[in-house]
């Protein structure tokens, strides 16, 4: 009887998830007005209920400050077009999304104010290490660097571990408003911040 209702919450739960906004976006729906669901965990829609070819190697939100207290309000996105950079500690080995911003640009997610993200497409993984990660405008400045470094360990994202301490590719998880870490925030070059 206890595993009949454990299923069923969880048959609920997903549902529900479902029904909060991972489905396409449709042309011309709120996407292209600059909302696409800043501060939400980014793999958790899309690379578990959207198409392959939407499917990301990393993503999240960028803020004006780490004062947000919610994130409904487009004012406080840092607006334009936003590139990861991801460079391994040891090595030096940098992968850099601007590289590709060709697809890049292709791509529906580019009108979400605020958010970054790298395509499978693009780069479909990063090797198991420790990153340096950086957030820079379309432009070339640098807007935000991690202090820690970011350990990445090159398996795929689990919705039931998205803050996973050892493969920290979804951002969001972690980063979020009254979360274990501040959301990201430029810490330079602001004004680069539309």
């Known amino acids: 009887m206890?595993?009949?209702?454990t299923s069923s919450l969880f048959f609920l739960a997903l549902v529900s998830f479902g029904l909060t906004g991972c489905e396409e976006e449709e042309e011309g729906s709120a996407e292209t007005a600059g909302i696409h669901f800043q501060g939400k965990d980014c793999l958790a829609c899309h690379n578990i209920d959207l198409k392959s070819d939407k499917h990301l190697t990393i993503a999240g939100t960028l803020y004006k400050s780490h004062d947000i207290l919610k994130n409904?309000?487009?004012?406080?996105m840092c607006g334009g077009s936003l590139y990861v950079r991801f460079i391994e500690t040891t090595t030096g080995v940098d992968y850099n999304a601007s590289s590709y911003s060709a697809i890049h640009q292709e791509s529906d997610g580019i009108d979400g104010k605020g958010n970054f993200f790298v395509?499978?497409?693009?780069?479909?993984?990063i090797p198991?290490?420790?990153?340096?990660?950086?957030?820079?405008?379309e432009d070339g400045y640098l807007l935000a660097a991690s202090k820690d470094a970011h350990p990445i360990s090159n398996s795929s994202y689990s919705l039931s571990n998205s803050s996973d301490s050892s493969n920290r590719l979804s951002c969001n998880a972690c980063?979020?408003?009254?979360?274990?870490?501040?959301?990201?925030?430029?810490?330079?070059?602001?004004?680069k911040c539309q």
């Not at 409904?72 to 406080?76: I, P, T, Y």
């Not at 980063?175 to 004004?191: F, M, R, W």
Request: avoid cysteine; glycine fraction near 4%; aromatic fraction near 6%.
């Open 72 to 76: 409904d309000s487009l004012d406080d």
């Open 175 to 191: 980063h979020k408003i009254n979360g274990s870490a501040l959301p990201l925030y430029v810490q330079q070059n602001s004004a």
């Open 119 to 125: 395509l499978k497409r693009e780069i479909s993984s």
């Open 2 to 5: 206890i595993k009949k209702i």
């Open 128 to 137: 198991s290490g420790n990153y340096a990660v950086q957030i820079w405008s």
